[in-house]
T-cell receptor, first 109, second 117 residues
């Protein structure tokens, strides 16, 4: 089962621009995580934000969480061509990670 | 850091045959392992959760007799796709959670691309 929606489904930007991806979820959560997947590869954990946190930073990544709206956003600043990948949010549902639909990000040099 | 090794990375098999995919946690003991399936341009769908020494818990709609999961040790889980058909062609990914990190310490394998011809 999928947890929720992500938008946009696809995003194409120029190098140096910022990329914002949004995620909505349905159930109560303990935390929300963002992952990155390069084409045909496994997933890489990017960042985790707990339900009692509203914002978190890690390098060029900024994640926000609004539990009242059941939504989260991932901002990648100063994007690079190497950021081209699919990005997924995931919620921990009683010990199981459930993923959103994902956003396919393309950063053009 | 935690590493999960998944093999094979690619496999092509004939329709009707069975394929086994292995998932190993190399430097930690995995209390729980998860198996996901991913179709092109789509998200990961959880197929089943396996705990060491017990039967796997399958998600709704996943045929347990077709996708056999064995979690014989704290470092190894296997997924066997039995009597594979072309519609089983997909990208399969395993994930392991660490015993000492609670529910949110997940590490993913690099995935297995299965093509059934």
């Amino acid at each position: 089962s999928q947890q929720g929606e992500e938008d946009p489904q696809a995003l194409s930007i120029q190098e140096g621009e910022n990329a914002t991806m949004n995620c909505s979820y349905k159930t109560s959560i303990n935390n929300l995580q963002w992952y990155r997947q390069n084409s045909g590869r496994g997933l890489v954990h990017l960042i985790l934000i707990r339900s009692n946190e509203r914002e978190k930073h890690s390098g060029r990544l900024r994640v926000t969480l609004d539990t009242s709206k059941k939504s989260s956003s991932l901002l990648i600043t100063a994007s690079r061509a190497a950021d081209t990948a699919s990005y997924f949010c995931a919620t921990d549902d009683r010990g199981k990670l459930i993923f959103g639909q994902g956003t396919e990000l393309s950063v053009k040099p | 850091g935690a590493v999960v090794s998944q093999h094979p990375s690619r496999v092509i098999c004939k329709s009707g045959t069975s394929v086994k995919i292995e998932c190993r946690s190399l430097d930690f003991q995995a209390t729980t392992m998860f198996w996901y399936r991913q179709f092109p341009k789509q998200s990961l769908m959880l197929m089943a959760t396996s705990n060491e020494g017990s039967k796997a818990t399958y998600e709704q709609g996943v045929e347990k007799d077709k996708f056999l999961i064995n979690h014989a040790s704290l470092t190894l889980s296997t997924l066997t796709v039995t009597s594979a058909h072309p519609e089983d062609s997909s990208f399969y990914i395993c994930s392991a959670s660490r015993r000492d990190r609670g529910n949110y310490g997940y590490t993913f394998g690099s995935g297995t691309r299965l093509t059934v011809v």
